[in-house]
């Protein structure tokens, strides 16, 4: 039962990095057209950002819930994700409007008069409801993609035959989200309770709670149930609720988009800023991670190592992909990884105590964010001398443990033979490009089609579930280039591809067979 949880959890974990991949995009919009809005420029131009603001900002970033359930009910769908969502939109409008005609019916609607904000209540898609916020996506979500992966395929007598398949789905799964929504009137406001005191516990420990958030999203990684602990605090009221402009948003990152469109009528940021500085490792620390590993490196292979690290440090600070460093820091010593992530806590404690105070993620997407906002709200100033620090810290520890350990990383083989990109698991190659040689040799290693029940992936990570796990073979596998091979569950196999592995996953998908109806 607890492998079975266990296998549960890393899919729901592949499946919710889906929508959540798309808010990268949605954050670089806003932040442009707050850019598009500034005093100075031209009419046009700022009535070009104001639009693209209000429809991003309202139209996306206002319907997480919606969002996520679709996400969430098509990435777990193991076929036919057209139809997953229908199904997905369907039952969220159902619960919607079963929750409001429950509340309305027992006189347990809130006046809206006075303001919704803390009341427990809100609006969604203009339509009054217990105020679930993002959760109510996600549980919709998960038991969506369960009644569709379970009864998609049931048939009926010819008779009836027009009303099985996805058709059944559909009558089960509305049936449930009505259900859901007359259950979550008195059983939301309960679980309200302990998200409120839950934000209590992290505000009130300060620093120290802020630590242990930015130390346990490094330790996770390897697990890749890190999603599982940023996500709510990003976009839930687990991270912190706001009124601005008369509007409540919840979630870190919720939160200070709606402060970046309304920079000139606040005059400081939310603290839940906190819990959105998770980049700050990202740019910094491997910086000085990477600058250890050449240092320490034999003479006759620094070029080599900085070949090999360097574009992958870029990769790292522009996007904010680390998985491949996380594990080569893993291989080399648990210690070196267990320092990694205290490192990147306690400079986050650090960078947010300076003043800095402002989403930092990959470069690509953090940058825009730090223009729109006036310097004396972000503070972003503060990053350079604050990352500069960082630096020489991550330098100096990780130079230390190699050396006092004399521990392995690249460069430091016990051989004299010269690195060879293609067999360092850290290389920075990672995916460039899948022949349909390479697609046979990752089919082969996972025991062939026979044995691969569903294929999917999250940000870099191709993850596949088998029938038999003994015939996985691991050396054939890694014919292919790949950052390491993990084991999620019994039958649940992790590649760590790298930015490229949305591409092997559809790869992989057409050769076996397997399209998304």
């Not at 099985?164 to 259950?183: E, H, P, S």
């Not at 990383?409 to 067999?423: M, Y």
Request: charged letters at 15%; aromatic letters at 10%; proline letters at 4%.
């Amino acid at each position: 039962m607890n492998l079975d949880i266990q296998g549960a959890m890393k899919r729901f974990s592949g499946a919710i990095i889906k929508p959540v991949m798309f808010l990268a995009v949605a954050g670089i919009l806003l932040a442009v057209s707050v850019i598009l809005k500034m005093e100075g420029m031209p009419a046009p131009v700022v009535m070009l950002g104001q639009l693209i603001y209000t429809c991003v900002n309202s139209g996306v970033v206002g319907n997480l819930g919606l969002i996520f359930c679709i996400g969430l009910t098509c990435a777990l769908a193991k076929k036919r994700a057209g139809d997953a969502a229908v199904i997905a939109a369907s039952t969220f409008l159902v619960f919607l409007y079963a929750n409001n005609a429950w509340l309305t019916n027992n006189n347990m609607l809130i006046d809206p008069a006075g303001g919704l904000y803390g009341t427990g209540q809100g609006v969604v898609l203009g339509i009054q409801v217990v105020d679930m916020g993002v959760f109510i996506g996600i549980i919709l979500g998960c038991l969506n993609g369960w009644v569709f992966n379970k009864f998609c395929d049931t048939k009926f007598p010819e008779v009836f035959s027009t009303y099985g398949g996805t058709k059944f789905v559909f009558l089960i799964a509305i049936f449930i989200a009505g259900v859901l929504g007359v259950v979550m009137c008195y059983v939301w406001p309960v679980v309200n309770g302990w998200i409120n005191g839950l934000q209590d516990f992290m505000y009130g420990t300060g620093y120290a709670g802020q630590f242990v958030y930015g130390f346990l999203n490094k330790l996770l990684i390897p697990t890749g149930m890190h999603h599982l602990l940023w996500m709510p605090f990003m976009h839930s009221a687990v991270g912190g609720t706001a009124q601005i402009a008369g509007e409540a948003y919840a979630g870190s990152y919720n939160i200070f988009m709606a402060e970046l469109g309304n920079a000139s009528a606040i005059t400081a940021m939310d603290p839940s800023i906190r819990f959105s500085l998770l980049g700050f490792g990202k740019w910094f620390g491997t910086v000085g991670t990477v600058l250890a590993f050449i240092s320490v490196a034999k003479p006759q292979h620094r070029a080599q190592v900085r070949a090999m690290l360097v574009p992958a440090a870029l990769v790292a600070i522009l996007a904010g992909i680390t998985e491949p460093f996380e594990f080569m820091y893993l291989w080399a010593s648990p210690i070196l990884f267990v320092v990694n992530a205290a490192l990147d806590g306690l400079f986050q404690c650090i960078l947010f105590a300076s003043g800095f105070h402002a989403l930092l993620t990959g470069f690509i997407e953090t940058v825009p964010g730090l223009i729109a906002l006036p310097a004396e709200l972000s503070q972003w100033f503060m990053v350079i001398p604050v990352g500069a620090v960082a630096i020489v810290a991550w330098f100096l520890v990780f130079r230390f443990l190699i050396l006092k350990l004399n521990l392995v990383t690249p460069g430091r083989e016990d051989d004299d033979e010269l690195l060879d990109e293609a067999d360092d698991p850290s290389s920075a190659a990672l995916a460039s490009g899948i022949s349909p040689e390479s697609v046979q040799v990752i089919i082969d290693g996972l025991g062939g089609a026979a044995n691969i029940k569903s294929v999917m992936n999250c940000f870099t990570r191709l993850r596949v579930d088998v029938e038999d796990m003994s015939l996985v073979d691991e050396d054939k596998i890694n014919e292919y280039k790949n950052s390491g091979i993990v084991h999620g569950g019994p039958n649940n196999i992790q590649i760590v591809i790298g930015l490229k592995v949305q591409d092997v996953t559809e790869a992989v998908k057409a050769a076996l067979g397997i399209k998304d109806e």
